[in-house]
């Protein structure tokens, strides 16, 4: 034929052509792919997964109205295994509770009867009580709201976890030595600051600094160094090694309002500090 279809040749040209005609289509049909996979990849990154109410160390949140002044008063709640405790202003409490999807049963609570000055007994009264009302349960991001039988809140906490709870200045109030916790002696401060990754701070005579690492509730402290500048006393100069030491024996940690709790391993206090 004139041309050329019926040779071998000929055929091979139609071929290439027609493959070189497909093409196109195979590659919208991967582009198509593509898209709807990075859109589904993009729907799923926007779910904020809710915080667990067990396990999470809830800080009362400012806007829960008690009827009396809070000011800096540190009140908290942590459910784990059948129970929820914490501190409740001046005491510390405890009580059974039971959940069952979105309801919540608690108690009765126990606590400790040590006696503080008004205002604190105050917002520990108003707190306990309405934690004796609560009937069911909400959590929204890292918000928990608890409210009575009638649907209504009563306490609102927020979750305090990660680096951004440990941020900025601290000053020790204890601190484990050895074999017992030991207050602050000698009028110095001993000091800790958090940054992203690293803890800086002032152990009464020498300053310190390392490099950190928070994953939940646990913590990793160290190693630290210091400057070699000689103590006033060899009591200063004790102090000053069992704080760095303390500091790195850190296994967890909780912050409850203005206050930071280091914890050993076996669940003592490694350090307690305030912000300053």
Not at 26 to 39: G, K, M, P, T
Not at 182 to 203: K, M, Y
Not at 205 to 230: D, M, R
């Amino acid at each position: 034929m004139a041309d050329g279809s019926g040779t071998i040749e000929g055929q091979q040209q139609r071929v290439r052509s027609g493959r070189r005609g497909r093409r196109p289509l195979f590659v919208s049909a991967l582009a198509l792919v593509v898209v709807a996979a990075a859109c589904g990849s993009t729907k799923k990154s926007n779910v904020s997964p809710s915080t667990p109410l067990e396990g999470t160390h809830w800080v009362l949140s400012g806007s829960t109205s008690l009827g009396v002044p809070v000011g800096d008063v540190a009140v908290s709640a942590q459910f784990e295994n059948g129970t929820v405790g914490g501190t409740s202003g001046c005491n510390t409490y405890r009580a059974s509770s039971t959940s069952n999807g979105s309801r919540l049963t608690i108690g009765p609570i126990a606590s400790t009867q040590m006696a503080c000055d008004p205002d604190r007994m105050a917002v520990e009264r108003a707190y306990l009580d309405r934690l004796a009302m609560v009937a069911g349960f909400t959590i929204s991001g890292s918000q928990l709201t608890l409210s009575d039988s009638s649907g209504k809140p009563v306490l609102e906490f927020n979750a305090s976890s990660g680096a951004s709870a440990l941020m900025g200045a601290w000053s020790a109030t204890s601190y484990f030595a050895v074999t017992a916790i030991s207050s602050v002696v000698g009028g110095v401060n001993l000091t800790a600051e958090f940054a992203a990754t690293t803890v800086t701070g002032s152990g009464g005579c020498n300053t310190f600094n390392g490099p950190y690492e928070v994953n939940g509730s646990s913590i990793k402290i160290g190693p630290l160094i210091s400057t070699l500048k000689a103590c006033a006393t060899p009591e200063l100069d004790q102090q000053e090694q069992h704080y760095l030491a303390a500091l790195q024996l850190a296994t967890t940690y909780k912050v409850t309002g203005s206050r930071l709790d280091l914890y050993r391993a076996d669940g003592g206090y490694a350090v307690t500090f305030h912000r300053p």
